[in-house]
């Protein structure tokens, strides 16, 4: 009832997740990353236990194929999911179950994967991944809202359209970006948006946010006070 697009940037270390469908709030119970380690998603009638299970699996060094298979050991309704998985040396594994509604199917590539169900036709795989080959000039989270929009200018989900959602991490426990449109009538125009928004509101202030490198984020009380009134915003951190 989905298709979702996966991708890996080795240089900057990143997994990320597009994914969009005719259903409440796909984010919430679809696309899985982890930093380090690769990114799943899991579709038709989502199982999401699959998702941990098979970054479990990749963790432990599993091949993508091998991760998804072991993951579906004792699912009694694994010809109901289709489950894609990407690892950090690029490669890719798709699982369709036998009872996914048509069109069912994938295209995969070094460093990326395609999977849809429940979609108008072959064709919203195909230029989804025509896109994303093909607009290497755009840095890589648009790169992907613009493959998924080519998908849905081919028909997407053949019920129409309801949620959309963007999950990418690079170096941290957590998301750099956690992005979703739970209902909307246009949800991938609603989530290219919103990801302008984290270019100007949210990816500027990163730096300074604890991270790995920087355990405790920026503390200068100075600074953090400069910072707000260069947004011309009084205001001013108790001393």
Same mark, same amino acid.
């Given at each position: 009832?989905t ?52 970054? *479990? /699996?990749?963790?432990r060094g599993l091949?993508?194929? &091998? %991760?998804?298979?072991?993951?579906? =050991?004792? $699912? ?5 999911r ?42 919203v ?28 200018? *081919? /028909?997407g ?6 949620? &959309? %959602?963007?999950?990418?991490?690079? =170096?941290? $426990?957590?998301?750099?970006i ?22 100007t ?31 011309g915003?009084?205001?001013?951190l108790?001393?």
């Open positions: 009832m298709w979702s697009l996966l991708v890996h940037d080795p240089e900057s270390q990143a997994f990320a997740v597009a994914i969009t469908t005719c259903n409440l709030a796909v984010g919430a119970s679809c696309p899985f990353v982890r930093s380090g380690v690769g990114a799943v998603s899991t579709q038709s009638l989502t199982n999401r236990y699959l998702g941990p299970a098979v970054l *479990a /699996g990749l963790a091949s993508p194929q &091998a %991760a998804i298979e072991g993951a579906l =050991v004792g $699912d009694d309704g694994k010809h109901l289709q489950v894609h998985a990407l690892d950090r040396h690029g490669r890719a594994a798709v699982w369709t179950g036998r009872n996914c509604v048509a069109h069912a199917g994938s295209r995969s590539g070094q460093g990326w994967s395609v999977a849809g169900n429940m979609l108008s036709g072959e064709e795989i195909s230029d989804t991944a025509a896109a994303f080959l093909t607009r290497e000039e755009l840095p890589m989270p648009e790169r992907m809202l613009a493959a998924m929009q080519a998908g849905e200018a *081919a /028909g989900d053949r019920r129409g359209r309801q949620s &959309a %959602a963007l999950l990418l991490t690079t =170096v941290e $426990d957590f998301p750099d956690d992005l979703r449109v739970d209902d909307h009538r246009a949800p991938l125009d609603e989530l290219q948006r919103l990801m302008k928004l984290w270019r509101l949210r990816e500027p202030g990163l730096r300074d946010s604890p991270s790995r490198a920087n355990p405790s984020g920026l503390t200068d009380l100075d600074d953090i006070d400069e910072g707000w009134r260069r947004k915003l009084d205001l001013r108790s001393r």
